[in-house]
Protein backbone atom coordinates (compact mmCIF):
# COMPACT_ATOMS: atom_id res chain seq x y z
CA UNK A 1 0.00 0.00 0.00
CA UNK A 2 1.20 3.59 -1.13
CA UNK A 3 2.57 5.69 2.00
CA UNK A 4 0.24 8.38 1.31
CA UNK A 5 -2.77 6.12 0.73
CA UNK A 6 -1.96 4.57 4.57
CA UNK A 7 -1.47 8.10 6.20
CA UNK A 8 -5.03 8.66 4.43
CA UNK A 9 -6.33 5.21 6.25
CA UNK A 10 -5.00 6.41 9.80
CA UNK A 11 -7.04 9.77 9.61
CA UNK A 12 -10.35 8.42 9.38
CA UNK A 13 -9.96 4.72 11.08
CA UNK A 14 -11.04 5.53 14.63
CA UNK A 15 -13.56 7.81 13.86
CA UNK A 16 -17.05 6.77 15.74
CA UNK A 17 -20.25 7.12 12.92
CA UNK A 18 -23.13 9.58 13.39
CA UNK A 19 -25.89 8.03 15.66
CA UNK A 20 -28.62 9.08 13.58
CA UNK A 21 -28.91 8.10 9.90
CA UNK A 22 -30.49 10.54 7.11
CA UNK A 23 -33.20 8.63 5.53
CA UNK A 24 -31.40 8.18 2.19
CA UNK A 25 -29.01 6.09 3.69
CA UNK A 26 -31.52 4.02 5.81
CA UNK A 27 -32.97 3.60 2.58
CA UNK A 28 -29.54 2.36 1.37
CA UNK A 29 -29.39 0.02 4.55
CA UNK A 30 -32.62 -1.42 4.16
CA UNK A 31 -31.86 -3.22 1.04
CA UNK A 32 -28.50 -4.88 2.52
CA UNK A 33 -25.50 -2.09 1.72
CA UNK A 34 -23.25 -1.99 4.62
CA UNK A 35 -23.26 1.21 6.19
CA UNK A 36 -19.71 3.01 5.27
CA UNK A 37 -20.13 1.40 1.48
CA UNK A 38 -23.80 3.62 1.60
CA UNK A 39 -22.84 7.00 2.78
CA UNK A 40 -19.98 7.15 0.39
CA UNK A 41 -22.51 6.60 -2.57
CA UNK A 42 -24.32 9.09 -1.31
CA UNK A 43 -21.71 11.10 -0.74
CA UNK A 44 -20.17 10.44 -4.36
CA UNK A 45 -23.13 11.75 -5.97
CA UNK A 46 -24.09 14.67 -3.76
CA UNK A 47 -26.74 12.97 -1.38
CA UNK A 48 -29.38 13.92 -4.52
CA UNK A 49 -31.32 10.62 -4.62
CA UNK A 50 -31.96 6.76 -4.16
CA UNK A 51 -31.60 5.90 -7.23
CA UNK A 52 -28.77 7.84 -8.12
CA UNK A 53 -26.83 6.10 -5.12
CA UNK A 54 -27.50 2.53 -6.35
CA UNK A 55 -26.82 3.77 -9.67
CA UNK A 56 -22.79 4.34 -8.23
CA UNK A 57 -23.24 1.12 -5.93
CA UNK A 58 -23.79 -0.79 -9.29
CA UNK A 59 -21.55 0.75 -11.43
CA UNK A 60 -18.89 0.18 -8.56
CA UNK A 61 -19.26 -2.89 -7.75
CA UNK A 62 -15.72 -4.26 -8.95
CA UNK A 63 -14.25 -0.75 -7.63
CA UNK A 64 -11.29 -2.67 -5.68
CA UNK A 65 -11.43 1.24 -3.43
CA UNK A 66 -14.93 0.24 -2.56
CA UNK A 67 -14.02 -0.15 1.10
CA UNK A 68 -11.29 2.17 1.36
CA UNK A 69 -12.29 4.95 3.94
CA UNK A 70 -11.15 8.15 2.03
CA UNK A 71 -13.23 10.76 2.22
CA UNK A 72 -13.62 13.22 -0.05
CA UNK A 73 -12.00 16.93 -0.04
CA UNK A 74 -14.79 19.93 0.02
CA UNK A 75 -14.55 23.70 -0.87
CA UNK A 76 -17.05 26.17 -0.31
CA UNK A 77 -16.73 29.07 -3.16
CA UNK A 78 -19.13 31.85 -4.15
CA UNK A 79 -20.15 31.70 -7.73
CA UNK A 80 -21.94 33.84 -9.87
CA UNK A 81 -24.91 33.47 -11.70
CA UNK A 82 -27.43 35.85 -14.23
CA UNK A 83 -25.73 38.13 -16.76
CA UNK A 84 -22.15 38.18 -15.25
CA UNK A 85 -22.21 34.42 -15.49
CA UNK A 86 -23.09 34.97 -19.17
CA UNK A 87 -20.39 37.18 -19.75
CA UNK A 88 -17.71 35.45 -17.82
CA UNK A 89 -18.57 32.10 -19.52
CA UNK A 90 -17.85 34.41 -22.91
CA UNK A 91 -14.68 35.56 -21.73
CA UNK A 92 -13.16 31.28 -21.08
CA UNK A 93 -14.44 30.40 -24.40
CA UNK A 94 -13.27 33.70 -26.54
CA UNK A 95 -10.00 33.69 -24.21
CA UNK A 96 -9.54 29.89 -24.71
CA UNK A 97 -10.10 30.48 -28.26
CA UNK A 98 -7.63 33.02 -28.83
CA UNK A 99 -4.99 32.41 -26.60
CA UNK A 100 -5.21 28.34 -25.72
CA UNK A 101 -6.19 27.09 -22.59
CA UNK A 102 -4.55 28.20 -18.93
CA UNK A 103 -5.36 27.30 -15.56
CA UNK A 104 -8.56 28.99 -15.18
CA UNK A 105 -10.21 27.66 -17.61
CA UNK A 106 -9.90 24.09 -15.02
CA UNK A 107 -12.76 25.28 -13.05
CA UNK A 108 -16.33 27.84 -13.27
CA UNK A 109 -15.95 31.26 -12.29
CA UNK A 110 -16.02 31.05 -8.64
CA UNK A 111 -14.25 33.26 -5.36
CA UNK A 112 -13.24 30.81 -3.09
CA UNK A 113 -14.17 31.26 0.12
CA UNK A 114 -13.05 28.13 2.10
CA UNK A 115 -10.36 26.22 0.11
CA UNK A 116 -10.37 22.24 0.10
CA UNK A 117 -10.80 20.49 3.58
CA UNK A 118 -11.86 16.47 4.57
CA UNK A 119 -14.79 15.46 6.07
CA UNK A 120 -15.79 11.98 6.98
CA UNK A 121 -18.60 10.89 4.89
CA UNK A 122 -21.02 10.23 7.72
CA UNK A 123 -20.35 14.03 8.78
CA UNK A 124 -21.40 15.39 5.13
CA UNK A 125 -25.06 16.24 6.30
CA UNK A 126 -23.59 18.28 9.30
CA UNK A 127 -21.86 20.75 6.71
CA UNK A 128 -24.92 20.68 4.42
CA UNK A 129 -26.92 21.90 8.16
CA UNK A 130 -24.23 24.16 9.10
CA UNK A 131 -23.87 26.00 5.50
CA UNK A 132 -27.53 27.00 5.76
CA UNK A 133 -27.28 27.98 9.18
CA UNK A 134 -24.75 30.72 8.47
CA UNK A 135 -26.46 31.87 5.16
CA UNK A 136 -29.29 32.65 7.11
CA UNK A 137 -27.79 34.52 9.63
CA UNK A 138 -25.82 36.91 7.11
CA UNK A 139 -29.15 36.94 4.89
CA UNK A 140 -29.69 40.12 5.99
CA UNK A 141 -26.29 41.42 5.79
CA UNK A 142 -25.18 40.13 2.61
CA UNK A 143 -24.34 43.45 -0.39
CA UNK A 144 -26.40 43.37 -2.42
CA UNK A 145 -23.69 43.69 -5.11
CA UNK A 146 -20.28 42.63 -4.79
CA UNK A 147 -17.57 45.51 -5.88
CA UNK A 148 -15.31 43.83 -8.52
CA UNK A 149 -11.95 45.69 -9.45
CA UNK A 150 -9.86 44.15 -12.47
CA UNK A 151 -6.03 44.06 -11.47
CA UNK A 152 -3.77 42.46 -14.09
CA UNK A 153 0.00 40.82 -14.19
CA UNK A 154 1.76 38.99 -16.01
CA UNK A 155 0.54 35.54 -15.05
CA UNK A 156 -2.52 36.61 -13.53
CA UNK A 157 -5.96 38.39 -15.00
CA UNK A 158 -9.09 38.82 -12.58
CA UNK A 159 -11.03 40.49 -10.72
CA UNK A 160 -10.86 41.83 -6.85
CA UNK A 161 -13.13 42.24 -4.12
CA UNK A 162 -13.67 45.78 -2.85
CA UNK A 163 -13.03 45.88 0.82
CA UNK A 164 -15.92 46.65 2.60
CA UNK A 165 -17.77 43.51 0.61
CA UNK A 166 -14.56 41.40 1.32
CA UNK A 167 -15.07 41.82 4.89
CA UNK A 168 -18.49 40.92 4.85
CA UNK A 169 -17.43 37.33 2.67
CA UNK A 170 -14.44 37.06 4.80
CA UNK A 171 -16.84 37.03 8.41
CA UNK A 172 -18.68 34.80 6.11
CA UNK A 173 -16.45 32.35 5.31
CA UNK A 174 -15.02 32.41 9.27
CA UNK A 175 -18.31 31.89 10.40
CA UNK A 176 -18.66 28.80 8.56
CA UNK A 177 -14.86 27.31 9.19
CA UNK A 178 -15.69 27.79 12.93
CA UNK A 179 -18.64 26.05 12.91
CA UNK A 180 -17.40 23.55 10.67
CA UNK A 181 -14.14 22.62 12.86
CA UNK A 182 -16.37 22.40 15.91
CA UNK A 183 -19.28 20.60 14.80
CA UNK A 184 -18.06 18.14 11.76
CA UNK A 185 -14.58 17.90 13.07
CA UNK A 186 -13.33 19.40 10.16
CA UNK A 187 -10.33 21.85 9.71
CA UNK A 188 -11.27 24.06 7.48
CA UNK A 189 -9.39 27.22 6.72
CA UNK A 190 -11.19 30.33 5.40
CA UNK A 191 -9.73 32.42 2.59
CA UNK A 192 -8.58 35.67 4.58
CA UNK A 193 -6.17 37.31 1.94
CA UNK A 194 -7.29 39.25 -1.13
CA UNK A 195 -10.79 37.76 -2.32
CA UNK A 196 -10.80 37.36 -6.07
CA UNK A 197 -12.48 36.09 -9.12
CA UNK A 198 -9.62 34.81 -11.48
CA UNK A 199 -10.19 35.23 -15.03
CA UNK A 200 -6.92 33.91 -15.98
CA UNK A 201 -3.78 32.22 -14.27
CA UNK A 202 -0.64 31.05 -15.80
CA UNK A 203 -0.81 32.20 -19.61
CA UNK A 204 2.18 33.11 -21.76
CA UNK A 205 3.05 36.76 -21.11
CA UNK A 206 2.38 37.77 -24.39
CA UNK A 207 -0.96 36.66 -24.46
CA UNK A 208 -1.61 39.56 -21.38
CA UNK A 209 -2.57 42.63 -23.60
CA UNK A 210 -5.40 40.29 -25.17
CA UNK A 211 -6.33 39.00 -22.31
CA UNK A 212 -6.84 42.29 -21.19
CA UNK A 213 -8.42 43.46 -23.96
CA UNK A 214 -11.35 40.88 -23.72
CA UNK A 215 -11.74 41.00 -19.82
CA UNK A 216 -12.56 45.16 -20.63
CA UNK A 217 -15.91 43.75 -22.22
CA UNK A 218 -16.92 42.67 -19.29
CA UNK A 219 -18.79 44.74 -17.10
CA UNK A 220 -19.11 43.55 -13.20
CA UNK A 221 -22.03 45.46 -12.35
CA UNK A 222 -24.09 43.32 -14.46
CA UNK A 223 -27.03 41.86 -12.79
CA UNK A 224 -25.81 39.12 -10.60
CA UNK A 225 -27.54 36.45 -8.00
CA UNK A 226 -24.50 35.18 -6.17
CA UNK A 227 -24.73 31.55 -4.45
CA UNK A 228 -22.70 30.06 -1.79
CA UNK A 229 -22.16 26.35 -2.91
CA UNK A 230 -20.66 23.25 -1.53
CA UNK A 231 -18.36 21.24 -3.77
CA UNK A 232 -16.17 18.03 -3.32
CA UNK A 233 -13.72 16.50 -5.23
CA UNK A 234 -11.88 12.94 -4.68
CA UNK A 235 -8.59 13.59 -3.12
CA UNK A 236 -6.88 10.76 -4.52
CA UNK A 237 -7.04 12.84 -8.14
CA UNK A 238 -6.10 16.07 -7.34
CA UNK A 239 -2.75 15.79 -9.09
CA UNK A 240 -4.12 14.06 -12.25
CA UNK A 241 -5.44 15.04 -15.52
CA UNK A 242 -8.70 14.54 -16.16
CA UNK A 243 -9.40 12.89 -19.76
CA UNK A 244 -13.08 12.57 -21.02
CA UNK A 245 -13.86 9.31 -23.18
CA UNK A 246 -14.90 10.32 -26.89
CA UNK A 247 -15.67 6.70 -27.96
CA UNK A 248 -16.81 3.74 -26.37
CA UNK A 249 -14.26 1.27 -25.63
CA UNK A 250 -14.15 -2.68 -25.09
CA UNK A 251 -11.09 -4.23 -23.60
CA UNK A 252 -9.76 -6.69 -26.38
CA UNK A 253 -7.25 -7.79 -22.83
CA UNK A 254 -7.58 -8.33 -19.13
CA UNK A 255 -5.76 -5.24 -18.44
CA UNK A 256 -7.42 -3.20 -20.63
CA UNK A 257 -10.18 -0.66 -19.58
CA UNK A 258 -13.97 -0.69 -20.29
CA UNK A 259 -14.82 3.23 -21.38
CA UNK A 260 -18.36 4.47 -22.58
CA UNK A 261 -18.63 7.99 -24.40
CA UNK A 262 -18.38 10.41 -21.97
CA UNK A 263 -16.53 8.99 -19.18
CA UNK A 264 -14.09 10.64 -17.17
CA UNK A 265 -10.61 9.13 -16.51
CA UNK A 266 -8.20 10.02 -14.20
CA UNK A 267 -4.95 9.73 -15.45
CA UNK A 268 -1.63 10.00 -13.46
CA UNK A 269 1.24 11.78 -15.82
CA UNK A 270 3.98 10.44 -13.77
CA UNK A 271 3.29 6.78 -14.54
CA UNK A 272 2.94 7.03 -18.69
CA UNK A 273 6.27 7.22 -19.79
CA UNK A 274 6.71 3.07 -19.64
CA UNK A 275 2.88 2.66 -21.23
CA UNK A 276 2.83 1.53 -25.65
CA UNK A 277 3.02 4.34 -27.70
CA UNK A 278 -0.71 5.53 -28.11
CA UNK A 279 -2.51 4.36 -24.90
CA UNK A 280 -2.77 5.40 -21.38
CA UNK A 281 -3.08 4.01 -18.08
CA UNK A 282 -6.03 5.67 -15.93
CA UNK A 283 -8.42 5.07 -13.34
CA UNK A 284 -12.24 5.65 -14.61
CA UNK A 285 -14.44 7.75 -12.16
CA UNK A 286 -17.52 5.97 -13.02
CA UNK A 287 -16.36 2.95 -11.70
CA UNK A 288 -13.41 3.11 -9.82
CA UNK A 289 -11.78 0.46 -12.10
CA UNK A 290 -8.16 0.78 -13.54
CA UNK A 291 -6.43 -0.08 -16.82
CA UNK A 292 -5.27 0.60 -20.31
CA UNK A 293 -6.80 2.74 -23.23
CA UNK A 294 -6.34 3.79 -26.13
CA UNK A 295 -5.51 7.49 -25.78
CA UNK A 296 -7.30 8.85 -29.51
CA UNK A 297 -10.34 7.63 -27.90
CA UNK A 298 -10.31 10.77 -25.34
CA UNK A 299 -9.70 14.49 -25.06
CA UNK A 300 -8.87 16.95 -22.13
CA UNK A 301 -11.53 17.81 -19.36
CA UNK A 302 -11.37 20.38 -16.92
CA UNK A 303 -10.17 19.70 -13.61
CA UNK A 304 -13.73 20.20 -11.87
CA UNK A 305 -16.11 18.45 -14.63
CA UNK A 306 -15.53 15.43 -11.83
CA UNK A 307 -16.67 17.96 -9.07
CA UNK A 308 -19.92 17.06 -6.78
CA UNK A 309 -22.14 19.70 -6.23
CA UNK A 310 -23.60 18.94 -2.78
CA UNK A 311 -25.72 22.21 -1.79
CA UNK A 312 -25.89 25.86 -2.86
CA UNK A 313 -27.42 28.84 -1.05
CA UNK A 314 -28.46 32.00 -3.37
CA UNK A 315 -28.56 35.71 -1.75
CA UNK A 316 -31.01 37.28 -4.08
CA UNK A 317 -30.90 41.31 -4.46
CA UNK A 318 -34.14 41.76 -2.57
CA UNK A 319 -32.40 40.72 0.09
CA UNK A 320 -34.46 37.78 1.03
CA UNK A 321 -32.57 34.62 1.13
CA UNK A 322 -33.95 31.75 -1.01
CA UNK A 323 -32.43 28.06 -0.08
CA UNK A 324 -31.63 25.64 -2.48
CA UNK A 325 -30.30 22.13 -2.47
CA UNK A 326 -30.01 19.08 -4.97
CA UNK A 327 -32.36 16.88 -3.80
CA UNK A 328 -34.84 19.38 -3.79
CA UNK A 329 -37.59 18.78 -5.99
CA UNK A 330 -37.71 21.06 -9.15
CA UNK A 331 -35.05 23.03 -8.83
CA UNK A 332 -32.63 24.28 -11.67
CA UNK A 333 -29.26 24.21 -9.79
CA UNK A 334 -27.41 27.82 -11.22
CA UNK A 335 -29.56 27.24 -14.72
CA UNK A 336 -32.52 28.69 -12.75
CA UNK A 337 -30.55 32.45 -12.73
CA UNK A 338 -28.87 32.45 -15.98
CA UNK A 339 -30.01 34.78 -18.67
CA UNK A 340 -29.69 33.51 -21.88
CA UNK A 341 -28.92 36.76 -23.22
CA UNK A 342 -25.39 37.40 -24.23
CA UNK A 343 -23.82 40.56 -22.90
CA UNK A 344 -23.87 42.98 -26.56
CA UNK A 345 -20.07 44.33 -25.81
CA UNK A 346 -18.93 40.27 -26.41
CA UNK A 347 -20.99 39.44 -29.03
CA UNK A 348 -20.12 42.59 -31.27
CA UNK A 349 -16.62 42.33 -30.77
CA UNK A 350 -16.84 38.32 -31.48
CA UNK A 351 -18.98 39.74 -34.88
CA UNK A 352 -16.54 42.20 -35.65
CA UNK A 353 -13.05 39.35 -35.12
CA UNK A 354 -15.16 37.14 -37.67
CA UNK A 355 -15.38 39.56 -39.90
CA UNK A 356 -11.55 40.03 -40.52
CA UNK A 357 -10.62 36.98 -40.77
CA UNK A 358 -8.73 36.78 -44.11
CA UNK A 359 -6.34 33.62 -44.77
CA UNK A 360 -6.29 30.14 -43.17
CA UNK A 361 -3.29 27.58 -42.54
CA UNK A 362 -4.03 24.30 -42.24
CA UNK A 363 -1.27 21.73 -40.86
CA UNK A 364 -1.83 18.17 -41.24
CA UNK A 365 -0.17 14.62 -40.80
CA UNK A 366 0.06 12.35 -43.33
CA UNK A 367 -2.04 9.31 -43.60
CA UNK A 368 -1.13 6.21 -42.15
CA UNK A 369 2.03 4.66 -43.65
CA UNK A 370 2.70 1.41 -44.95
CA UNK A 371 5.66 0.45 -42.14
CA UNK A 372 3.46 1.76 -39.27
CA UNK A 373 1.00 -1.39 -39.89
CA UNK A 374 3.64 -3.83 -40.64
CA UNK A 375 6.70 -2.38 -39.16
CA UNK A 376 10.21 -0.75 -40.65
CA UNK A 377 10.75 -4.37 -42.86
CA UNK A 378 7.27 -4.00 -44.53
CA UNK A 379 9.60 -4.07 -48.01
CA UNK A 380 11.12 -7.27 -47.28
CA UNK A 381 7.24 -8.90 -47.26
CA UNK A 382 6.30 -7.54 -50.59
CA UNK A 383 9.29 -8.03 -52.81
CA UNK A 384 9.93 -11.49 -54.58
CA UNK A 385 13.08 -13.35 -54.84
CA UNK A 386 13.94 -11.23 -57.75
CA UNK A 387 12.96 -7.85 -56.56
CA UNK A 388 9.46 -7.33 -57.97
CA UNK A 389 7.10 -5.86 -55.69
CA UNK A 390 4.22 -7.89 -55.01
CA UNK A 391 0.74 -7.25 -52.42
CA UNK A 392 1.17 -9.35 -49.34
CA UNK A 393 -1.65 -7.43 -47.62
CA UNK A 394 -4.56 -5.72 -48.68
CA UNK A 395 -3.48 -2.48 -46.70
CA UNK A 396 -0.45 -2.65 -48.72
CA UNK A 397 -0.50 -0.14 -51.49
CA UNK A 398 -1.66 -2.10 -55.07
CA UNK A 399 1.61 -0.90 -56.79
CA UNK A 400 4.58 1.28 -55.75
CA UNK A 401 5.76 4.55 -58.24
CA UNK A 402 8.56 3.99 -60.33
CA UNK A 403 11.91 5.45 -59.47
CA UNK A 404 15.19 5.72 -61.77
CA UNK A 405 16.97 3.90 -58.45
CA UNK A 406 16.73 1.14 -56.43
CA UNK A 407 13.05 -0.32 -55.19
CA UNK A 408 14.69 -0.03 -51.64
CA UNK A 409 14.68 2.98 -51.37
CA UNK A 410 11.13 3.30 -49.91
CA UNK A 411 12.27 1.40 -46.96
CA UNK A 412 13.47 4.77 -45.84
CA UNK A 413 10.57 6.82 -47.70
CA UNK A 414 7.25 5.01 -47.62
CA UNK A 415 4.22 5.41 -48.88
CA UNK A 416 0.70 5.53 -47.48
CA UNK A 417 -1.12 2.04 -46.80
CA UNK A 418 -4.14 1.32 -48.63
CA UNK A 419 -6.55 2.84 -45.22
CA UNK A 420 -3.81 5.57 -45.84
CA UNK A 421 -5.32 6.74 -49.35
CA UNK A 422 -8.66 5.81 -47.96
CA UNK A 423 -8.13 8.14 -44.85
CA UNK A 424 -7.01 11.29 -46.63
CA UNK A 425 -9.41 10.93 -49.14
CA UNK A 426 -12.03 11.22 -46.35
CA UNK A 427 -10.74 14.23 -44.93
CA UNK A 428 -10.62 16.17 -48.69
CA UNK A 429 -14.38 15.38 -48.88
CA UNK A 430 -14.76 16.53 -45.40
CA UNK A 431 -13.38 19.89 -46.15
CA UNK A 432 -15.36 19.94 -49.66
CA UNK A 433 -18.50 19.72 -47.46
CA UNK A 434 -17.57 21.75 -45.34
CA UNK A 435 -17.23 24.40 -48.20
CA UNK A 436 -13.27 24.97 -47.37
CA UNK A 437 -11.32 26.73 -49.98
CA UNK A 438 -7.82 25.71 -49.82
CA UNK A 439 -6.28 28.29 -52.80
CA UNK A 440 -2.39 26.44 -52.08
CA UNK A 441 -0.99 22.99 -50.99
CA UNK A 442 2.65 22.74 -49.81
CA UNK A 443 3.95 19.12 -48.91
CA UNK A 444 6.80 17.83 -46.84
CA UNK A 445 9.31 16.13 -49.66
CA UNK A 446 8.26 12.44 -47.96
CA UNK A 447 6.67 10.40 -50.58
CA UNK A 448 3.56 9.64 -47.27
CA UNK A 449 2.82 13.67 -47.26
CA UNK A 450 3.00 14.28 -51.64
CA UNK A 451 0.47 11.22 -51.35
CA UNK A 452 -1.67 12.44 -48.24
CA UNK A 453 -1.75 16.11 -50.26
CA UNK A 454 -2.38 14.34 -53.66
CA UNK A 455 -5.24 12.32 -52.27
CA UNK A 456 -7.03 14.98 -50.29
CA UNK A 457 -6.80 17.35 -53.47
CA UNK A 458 -9.18 14.24 -55.11
CA UNK A 459 -11.43 14.38 -51.93
CA UNK A 460 -11.66 17.90 -52.46
CA UNK A 461 -12.50 17.85 -56.37
CA UNK A 462 -9.20 19.88 -57.19
CA UNK A 463 -6.69 17.59 -57.63
CA UNK A 464 -6.65 19.53 -61.88
CA UNK A 465 -6.90 22.35 -60.60
CA UNK A 466 -4.14 22.81 -57.29
CA UNK A 467 -0.68 21.87 -58.21
CA UNK A 468 1.44 20.77 -55.02
CA UNK A 469 4.53 22.69 -54.26
CA UNK A 470 7.38 20.20 -52.61
CA UNK A 471 8.92 22.03 -49.81
CA UNK A 472 12.23 19.92 -48.53
CA UNK A 473 11.60 22.81 -45.42
CA UNK A 474 8.91 20.87 -44.53
CA UNK A 475 10.58 17.86 -43.65
CA UNK A 476 10.25 16.76 -40.04
CA UNK A 477 13.44 16.36 -37.34
CA UNK A 478 16.19 14.86 -39.31
CA UNK A 479 16.97 13.30 -35.55
CA UNK A 480 14.21 11.18 -35.64
CA UNK A 481 15.84 9.63 -39.22
CA UNK A 482 15.84 5.91 -37.55
CA UNK A 483 18.67 5.16 -41.16
CA UNK A 484 20.76 8.36 -39.34
CA UNK A 485 20.31 9.88 -43.31
CA UNK A 486 18.40 12.12 -45.23
CA UNK A 487 16.35 9.68 -47.03
CA UNK A 488 16.77 9.54 -51.22
CA UNK A 489 13.24 10.82 -52.00
CA UNK A 490 11.52 11.01 -55.35
CA UNK A 491 12.93 13.58 -57.91
CA UNK A 492 9.97 16.12 -58.85
CA UNK A 493 10.49 14.39 -62.47
CA UNK A 494 9.68 10.65 -61.08
CA UNK A 495 6.74 12.27 -59.04
CA UNK A 496 5.20 14.49 -62.45
CA UNK A 497 5.29 10.63 -64.57
CA UNK A 498 3.87 8.98 -61.35
CA UNK A 499 0.67 11.33 -62.03
CA UNK A 500 1.41 13.61 -58.61
CA UNK A 501 0.30 17.00 -59.58
CA UNK A 502 3.72 18.27 -59.07
CA UNK A 503 4.10 21.91 -59.03
CA UNK A 504 7.98 21.41 -61.16
CA UNK A 505 8.09 25.28 -61.41
CA UNK A 506 8.06 25.90 -57.46
CA UNK A 507 12.00 26.03 -55.96
CA UNK A 508 11.80 25.25 -52.06
CA UNK A 509 12.91 27.81 -49.41
CA UNK A 510 15.27 25.24 -47.57
CA UNK A 511 17.03 23.24 -50.42
CA UNK A 512 16.89 19.63 -50.30
CA UNK A 513 20.76 19.86 -49.97
CA UNK A 514 20.30 22.10 -46.74
CA UNK A 515 18.93 19.15 -44.42
CA UNK A 516 21.86 17.69 -42.22
CA UNK A 517 21.13 14.58 -40.76
CA UNK A 518 20.50 14.68 -37.23
CA UNK A 519 19.77 18.43 -36.70
CA UNK A 520 19.68 20.05 -33.22
CA UNK A 521 16.26 21.00 -31.77
CA UNK A 522 17.25 24.63 -31.96
CA UNK A 523 18.35 24.05 -35.58
CA UNK A 524 14.95 22.53 -37.01
CA UNK A 525 12.86 25.42 -34.72
CA UNK A 526 14.97 28.07 -36.45
CA UNK A 527 14.19 25.82 -40.16
CA UNK A 528 10.35 25.41 -39.70
CA UNK A 529 10.06 28.89 -38.38
CA UNK A 530 11.64 30.16 -41.09
CA UNK A 531 10.01 28.25 -43.83
CA UNK A 532 6.56 28.96 -42.52
CA UNK A 533 6.83 32.85 -42.56
CA UNK A 534 7.97 32.24 -45.87
CA UNK A 535 4.80 30.30 -47.19
CA UNK A 536 2.29 32.63 -45.85
CA UNK A 537 4.51 35.67 -47.10
CA UNK A 538 4.51 33.77 -50.60
CA UNK A 539 0.17 33.40 -50.50
CA UNK A 540 -1.49 36.73 -49.76
CA UNK A 541 -4.39 35.51 -51.71
CA UNK A 542 -7.78 34.64 -49.47
CA UNK A 543 -8.40 30.88 -48.62
CA UNK A 544 -6.73 27.96 -46.89
CA UNK A 545 -2.93 26.94 -47.30
CA UNK A 546 -2.66 23.48 -46.34
CA UNK A 547 0.33 22.21 -45.11
CA UNK A 548 0.98 18.26 -45.35
CA UNK A 549 3.79 17.19 -42.70
CA UNK A 550 4.68 14.94 -40.10
CA UNK A 551 3.25 15.09 -36.63
CA UNK A 552 6.28 17.50 -35.29
CA UNK A 553 4.90 19.90 -38.30
CA UNK A 554 1.46 20.55 -35.95
CA UNK A 555 3.45 22.35 -33.13
CA UNK A 556 6.66 23.63 -35.06
CA UNK A 557 4.67 25.42 -37.76
CA UNK A 558 1.73 26.96 -35.47
CA UNK A 559 3.11 27.98 -32.44
CA UNK A 560 5.81 30.54 -34.48
CA UNK A 561 2.57 31.40 -36.46
CA UNK A 562 0.47 32.64 -33.25
CA UNK A 563 3.58 34.05 -31.65
CA UNK A 564 4.47 31.08 -28.89
CA UNK A 565 7.54 30.22 -28.09
CA UNK A 566 9.41 26.67 -28.91
CA UNK A 567 8.01 23.79 -26.32
CA UNK A 568 11.35 22.41 -24.17
CA UNK A 569 12.70 19.49 -26.69
CA UNK A 570 11.17 16.40 -24.41
CA UNK A 571 7.89 18.03 -23.51
CA UNK A 572 7.99 18.81 -27.64
CA UNK A 573 8.96 14.52 -28.12
CA UNK A 574 5.43 14.01 -25.80
CA UNK A 575 3.37 16.17 -27.75
CA UNK A 576 4.10 14.70 -30.80
CA UNK A 577 4.02 11.17 -29.97
CA UNK A 578 0.21 11.80 -29.49
CA UNK A 579 -0.35 12.92 -32.70
CA UNK A 580 -2.38 10.47 -34.95
CA UNK A 581 -2.63 9.66 -38.47
CA UNK A 582 -4.19 13.22 -40.39
CA UNK A 583 -4.27 14.70 -36.96
CA UNK A 584 -4.56 18.74 -38.30
CA UNK A 585 -4.25 22.30 -36.68
CA UNK A 586 -6.16 25.16 -37.90
CA UNK A 587 -4.43 28.99 -38.03
CA UNK A 588 -7.06 31.86 -38.71
CA UNK A 589 -5.09 35.59 -39.93
CA UNK A 590 -6.58 38.51 -38.18
CA UNK A 591 -5.53 40.83 -41.32
CA UNK A 592 -5.92 43.76 -39.15
CA UNK A 593 -4.78 43.00 -35.83
CA UNK A 594 -1.52 41.43 -37.99
CA UNK A 595 -1.83 38.63 -36.08
CA UNK A 596 -2.74 34.88 -36.66
CA UNK A 597 -4.97 32.53 -34.50
CA UNK A 598 -5.32 28.75 -33.30
CA UNK A 599 -8.80 27.87 -33.80
CA UNK A 600 -10.79 24.58 -34.28
CA UNK A 601 -10.13 22.75 -37.81
CA UNK A 602 -12.66 23.13 -40.09
CA UNK A 603 -13.10 19.36 -39.88
CA UNK A 604 -13.53 16.43 -37.38
CA UNK A 605 -10.86 14.28 -36.79
CA UNK A 606 -10.97 10.69 -38.04
CA UNK A 607 -10.57 7.77 -35.63
CA UNK A 608 -10.83 4.23 -36.12
CA UNK A 609 -9.65 1.10 -34.14
CA UNK A 610 -6.73 -1.43 -35.36
CA UNK A 611 -7.46 -4.67 -37.67
CA UNK A 612 -5.23 -7.30 -36.69
CA UNK A 613 -3.92 -9.97 -39.60
CA UNK A 614 -6.40 -12.92 -39.96
CA UNK A 615 -5.02 -16.66 -40.38
CA UNK A 616 -8.08 -18.87 -40.82
CA UNK A 617 -6.06 -21.91 -40.94
CA UNK A 618 -4.24 -21.47 -37.74
CA UNK A 619 -7.92 -19.65 -36.11
CA UNK A 620 -10.69 -22.47 -37.75
CA UNK A 621 -8.88 -25.51 -38.74
CA UNK A 622 -6.49 -26.22 -35.75
CA UNK A 623 -7.63 -27.88 -32.40
Not at 68 to 96: M, R, V
Request: hydrophobic letters at 35%.
Amino acid sequence: MAVAETQLYAKVSNKHRSKSPSVLLESLLAKGFPAHIAQKALVATGQKSIEDAAKWLHSHCNDPSLDDPIPQEYALYLCPTGHLYNCLQEFWKESKRQCGKNRAHEIFPHITLCDFFTCEDQKVELLYDILKRICNSFAQRFPPTISLSLHSSTSYLGFFVGDSDANVLKEFAVAFSSEASALADCHVKPCLKQLHLTLAHKFCPHHQKTLEQLAKYINPEETCHWVAALYSRDMRFVHYQTLRALFQYKPQNIDELMINAGDFIYVNPTQQSEVSEGWVIGTSHQTGCRGFLPENYTERANESDTWVKHREYAFVPASKFSTQSTNEPNVKLNEEFRNPVMSRSVTDVLSLQNTSLRRGVLVMRHGERVDQVFGKSWLQQCLTANGKYYRADLNFPSSLPKRKDSVKHFEHDPPLSSCGVFQSRLIGEALLDQEVTVSYVYSSPALRCIQTAQHVLQGLKLDQKVKIRVEPGLFEWTKWEASKAIPNFMTLTELTEASYNIDTSYRGNIPLSSLVPSESYEEYVSRSSAVIKEIVTACPSKGVILIVGHGSSLASFTRPLIGLPARDSNDFAQVVRKIPSLGMCFCEELKEEKKWLMVNPPVKTLTHGANAAFNWRNSIMED
